[in-house]
């Protein structure tokens, strides 16, 4: 869709208003992963550039509307190394800006209104500024105030970030190079029915793995032991197989589960066949069958798209084999130029990094939610705000 792009020519002297998702996971008053930050800077960077007086806005977490210093914005702050705003209705600060100057506001979700969209709240955080930019591809699947009711009363633009998201995810959408191949896991197929539903109308293969890929086998009568699935998805996975047929598109499932007999990162690894799998057993990753099976598919491949891991990849090796394998050859082919890969989603990315591969992938979304509903084809309110 045509959107509004900010112009850096016209930003000189301007108070620009930047919403940025900075929404990372800090432990003990530090940074885990500064992915969302450092996909951030290029737009500050550029409206420093064109002599902006730029105040960023932002949310961490779920505090539901009340203060809470777990949930500051304060870390990130110190990680950037921009002046912190403890309150994000404050503009007594404005006064003193310079032209080039950066600062970060505490957490917008501190007030209900943010989440609630409420219009009031909207027009006092636009107060004292002159254009609104948002960046926050990764929140953009949300009507919040400082996504949507803010479009209301400042001229409102789009920032690289999420021009670039928009570009890189159609592109593998609407015109990508055949085979294309998708890679979906994570526990709920609940939670993903609607982009299953896409995938398999615009693919050539789409290969369902992790505690999905469990539902998916339980729903065809293979026995899934003690382990996490939904009971109740089975008819939605034979719909989704039998949509995916109509479409020529081919789905294929794990053929062999790494399981241990408690749901532990200490457990002890084994490897069964599908139809080996017992009743105390508790499934945690995809077998080296279907590592070994994935590994062929990807030599044929000229596009992947990936979400989702397929095993318990934050516990390390032994739990994240299927996914970090998936990772080591999407990104050995990558490089070698064979194929575009495009990942999302934050356990995704997280596995990326645990193997020292995110720069190696054709394009890495900030996106989880919104990578996913974006993908359905839904239309995302914080996107849909800055039609032209």
């Known amino acids: 869709m045509p959107i509004r792009k900010i112009d850096y020519n016209n930003v000189h002297g301007k108070y620009v208003l930047l919403r940025d998702d900075l929404n990372v996971q800090i432990e003990n008053g530090k940074i885990v992963d500064a992915f969302r930050i450092d996909a951030s800077l290029p737009t500050i960077k550029h409206l420093m550039s064109g002599g902006a007086r730029i105040v960023i806005c932002a949310h961490l977490g779920r505090p539901k509307g009340k203060r809470d210093e777990a949930f500051s914005l304060r870390p990130i702050a110190e990680y950037m190394n921009v002046p912190f705003i403890d309150d994000c209705l404050k503009k007594d600060f404005l006064a003193s800006m310079k032209n080039g100057d950066v600062v970060l506001m505490e957490n917008l979700r ?9 219009d009031s709240f909207a027009k006092k955080l636009a107060e004292g500024f002159d254009i609104y930019v948002n960046d926050a591809f990764a929140v953009s699947h949300r009507a919040a105030a400082s996504l949507v009711g803010i479009t209301k009363y400042l001229p409102s633009f789009a920032g690289d970030l999420l021009i670039n998201e928009i570009k890189n995810i159609s592109e593998v959408l609407e015109k990508p190079e055949h085979p294309l ?29 992790g505690a999905m890929g469990t539902t998916f086998n339980f729903a065809f009568g293979a026995p899934v032991g003690n382990s996490l699935y939904e009971p109740e998805m089975a008819k939605t996975a034979i719909e989704i197989m039998d949509i995916a047929k109509q479409n020529g598109c081919e789905v294929l499932l794990p053929l062999d589960k790494g399981v241990g007999k408690v749901f532990d990162k200490n457990a002890k690894r084994t490897n069964r066949d599908l139809m080996d799998v017992k009743d105390d057993d508790v499934i945690i990753d995809d077998g080296e069958k279907t590592i ?13 798209i990936w979400n989702g891991t397929f095993g318990m990849a ?7 084999r299927a996914s970090f394998a998936l990772a080591r050859d999407l990104a050995h ?16 990315v997280a596995a990326l990094d645990a193997i020292g591969v995110h720069q190696d992938m054709t394009y890495v979304s900030t996106g989880g939610g919104a990578f996913l509903e974006f993908i359905e084809g839904k239309e995302l309110p914080g996107i849909k705000a800055l039609d032209k």
């Open 110 to 118: 501190f007030y209900n209104g943010e989440e609630e969209n409420d």
């Open 314 to 320: 934050e516990w390390g090796a032994v739990w994240g």
């Open 292 to 304: 070994e099976r994935n590994h062929e598919i990807l030599a044929d491949a000229k596009t992947v």
């Open 181 to 209: 191949i998708a890679f979906v896991g994570g526990a709920k197929v609940s939670s993903k029915i609607g982009v299953l539903k896409k995938l398999v109308t615009i693919a050539d293969k789409v290969i369902v793995g």
């Open 333 to 348: 082919l990558t490089k070698m130029g064979k194929i575009k890969s495009v990942v999302g989603g934050g356990e995704t």
